[in-house]
């Protein structure tokens, strides 16, 4: 495939979907896109820890072909004012999997946001974020080990998915003109009209998704959180939605809390799963007060938005918390933050949440092993507390690193392993 300015290495091959199974050579080109604002300094620094990682994992047996890809304000310099580039959505679904650094999003104005267009443009309705404690990191909570969950977030639907009309605008006194007259509904006049759709169809793929993840990780339950006691056709359907689909789909695999109680007392079956479901503002409190209870969470737009920034608070803040977005096959992973434009080039903030957010990545494309090596490295930089500004700030006896510099620190741990 020809392109403007993407370039795919050479030496490199793309993965495959063969049977709806990833097909991974041991050269594999993955995608990455620098972000804008402090992206390219905790880009440059991940790219050196994967690297590393993955040398450390395989010595030369295997090797990642990084093929640079553009979005946001470096794609708006190459593509004539493109933030968007149809070149970088072929690319990315012609690579299968890409990561990328954050990118720009104005408020109040301006171009759509880019994070929530890649979801919309490549279907990439599952947004899924690891929550877990690494000992060391500053937390508020008094037993933070015992957050270690998965958010499953639907990302194409509710009203998080931008179906929205101004206040003044044609559109919206149409809609208004037809909720008052044609479906009896009261509201105050000016007021800017959005639309929640919630479908049988997006429910449960996001929600097959968590369950099949449960399964192939070992996890032993799946929460499904809602506010369905009030939205009761929009969030109350994705939790029935989500129950008749573990009736149907998984009955070998998957209990629900009610049958957990009446046929096994309350003591889970080995092997077996247990869906249950929370109202979402009870689901804050359960986090801090008992998040032990909750291992796979199900959910949809603007619950998980608020519930994955919540829970990665309990464990470090978002500067480290990792996150993807994934459709059946095509997958982008993230870093979950913003750009923190007043730090761009200073090589200052924390890499971790794009560091991470590769680890997902790795064992998304079965390199388990390079995982595994960040995972062992990770806690002992954090235990000798060689830290970026913003845990330095916040532990007794801290080691202040550049982005670079705890790059740095990374990779001499990964190579003493």
Not at 146 to 157: H, S
Not at 182 to 193: K, T
């Amino acid at each position: 495939m020809d392109y403007r300015n993407v370039k795919y290495p050479e030496s490199g091959e793309k993965i495959r979907v063969v049977n709806d199974q990833l097909v991974v050579p041991d050269n594999p080109i993955l995608g990455y896109v620098e972000g804008d604002g402090i992206g390219p300094d905790i880009t440059s620094a991940s790219l050196r820890v994967w690297d590393a990682a993955v040398e450390k994992a395989y010595g030369s047996s295997k090797k990642v072909h990084w093929a640079e890809l553009y979005l946001g304000e470096k794609a708006a310099g190459l593509y004539d004012g493109d933030y968007f580039p149809q070149e970088t959505l072929d690319a990315i679904q012609d690579l299968v999997v890409a990561i990328k650094g954050p990118l720009t999003t104005p408020v109040g104005g301006g171009f759509r946001s880019l994070n929530v267009s890649l979801r919309q443009s490549l279907d990439l309705y599952a947004c899924v974020r690891p929550v877990r404690y690494f000992p060391g990191v500053p937390s508020p909570m008094r037993k933070p080990e015992e957050v270690d969950c998965v958010i499953f977030r639907e990302n194409t639907e509710d009203v998080y998915c931008g179906i929205e009309f101004q206040s003044g605008t044609p559109e919206n006194e149409k809609l208004a003109q037809f909720l008052r007259e044609e479906m009896g509904v009261n509201f105050f006049d000016g007021a800017g009209l959005g639309v929640k759709p919630i479908s049988a169809f997006g429910s449960k793929r996001l929600i097959r998704k968590a369950v099949q993840y449960a399964i192939d990780r070992g996890h032993d339950s799946v929460t499904l959180v809602h506010k369905g006691n009030i939205m009761k056709f929009t969030e109350g359907a994705f939790r029935n939605w989500g129950y008749e689909l573990a009736k149907e789909e998984f009955p070998d695999q998957v209990i629900s809390e009610d049958q957990l109680w009446e046929e096994f007392d309350g003591q889970r079956p080995e092997g077996k799963i247990v869906m249950k479901d929370r109202i979402a503002d009870i689901m804050f409190q359960l986090m801090q007060l008992r998040p032990a209870e909750f291992s796979v969470i199900a959910t949809m737009n603007l619950n998980g938005d608020y519930l994955s920034d919540a829970l990665a608070a309990e464990v470090g803040g978002i500067g480290i918390a990792p996150g993807a977005n994934i459709a059946d096959h095509v997958a982008v992973f993230e870093a979950t933050h913003g750009t923190a434009p007043k730090y761009a080039g200073q090589d200052k903030v924390n890499p971790s949440s794009l560091m991470l957010s590769g680890v997902m990545m790795f064992e998304h494309i079965g390199w388990n092993e390079v995982a595994d090596v960040i995972n062992q490295a990770y806690p002992r930089v954090i235990e000798k507390k060689k830290v970026t500004y913003d845990f330095a700030r916040q532990m007794d006896g801290a080691t202040e690193m550049s982005t670079s510099g705890f790059a740095d620190a990374l990779i001499e741990e990964i190579n003493a392993l």
